[in-house]
């Protein structure tokens, strides 16, 4: 029960994130999660998986130890799993770095290069980066332009959290990744109970939020979290009315419109994808032309006039 005055902290931030899929509580869940993104089947994940990392494996984010990647392993598989609650200038690059870090140092471990597993990445994205794609899994591998693939074990998932929020409320999906993924973002109590209702892996997830929500020190921390969050959406939306003023100011059409996408685009990178939707909304209000808008933020057309 969640402590009287107490938030919810969801699954995108990391300290929750690796306590949850780190317990062993949630070790159905984790198998459920990286077999129904890999088609790994669960038998062979139920008999192998192991945390590549000891350090890993802590009851709670409150422990001493500190909780670091997030790596298991497989017999031929390697997996690193990460949570990127926002998007960032580099985000993309620093993970592809980390998937090439892993496998250089499993080289310089083994004996020969046969001997090394396939390396596997399954990115949680509290994004859209791929906007406007609607897929909840999207797998990338090395191919070329004909679509033959290298001989590289290396594959890498992003896992689009806005899309499956959006198929389970708004589409009424009832696929079993998608309500798996979407107990990632539960904020409240009561959004809580409903997902976990009659599914007893989801339960065991459920139950381990709110043990780690009611942990005081953590509150503190979320409460800081939420305001520097809170700054950087000021920021944005600053920044973007301030490319607008600017534009406004030059008097002319082509001076507006680049003024305008300027500093809507230095808004965003200082900001996060995620508040596509809302800044889009403040910039309609400003009757900013619907196009430019489109252009800026990434969010289609269609996507804007719902808003």
Do not use: C
């Amino acid at each position: 029960m969640l402590k009287k005055g107490y938030k919810i902290i969801p699954m995108i931030y990391d300290k929750v994130f690796k306590g949850v899929l780190t317990s062993k509580d949630a070790r159905g869940y984790l198998i459920n999660l990286i077999s129904n993104i890999t088609g790994i089947e669960r038998k062979k994940l139920i008999n192998h998986l192991v945390f590549k990392n000891n350090e890993q494996q802590v009851t709670g984010v409150s422990e001493k130890k500190k909780i670091t990647d997030m790596v298991v392993e497989i017999k031929d598989n390697i997996i690193n799993l990460e949570m990127n609650k926002e998007y960032y200038e580099g985000l993309m690059d620093r993970n592809n770095e980390y998937i090439s870090k892993i496998r250089e140092s499993i080289i310089l471990e083994g004996e020969s290069y046969s001997d090394v597993p396939k390396i596997i990445q399954i990115n949680f994205d509290n994004f859209n980066y791929y906007s406007p794609d609607k897929r909840v899994v999207i797998k990338f591998e090395m191919r070329d332009e004909n679509g033959l693939k290298e001989g590289v074990g290396t594959e890498s998932y992003h896992v689009i959290l806005p899309n499956a929020k959006e198929k389970y409320y708004n589409e009424g999906s009832k696929d079993e990744l998608v309500r798996e993924l979407v107990i990632m973002m539960a904020e409240k109590n009561e959004e809580l109970e409903k997902l976990i209702k009659d599914n007893m892996e989801l339960r065991k997830v459920g139950e381990k939020i709110v043990e780690i929500s009611n942990d005081e020190r953590l509150q503190g921390w979320y409460d800081e979290e939420e305001h520097q969050r809170k700054v950087r959406n000021s920021l944005v939306e600053g920044a973007i009315k301030k490319g607008w003023n600017k534009g406004k100011a030059d008097g002319l059409k082509e001076g507006i419109k680049e003024g305008i996408k300027k500093g809507i685009e230095e808004g965003i990178k200082k900001g996060t994808l995620k508040k596509q939707k809302e800044i889009a909304k403040n910039l309609l209000k400003e009757g900013i032309d619907i196009k430019i808008i489109s252009s800026s933020t990434g969010l289609s057309i269609d996507e804007i006039k719902k808003l």
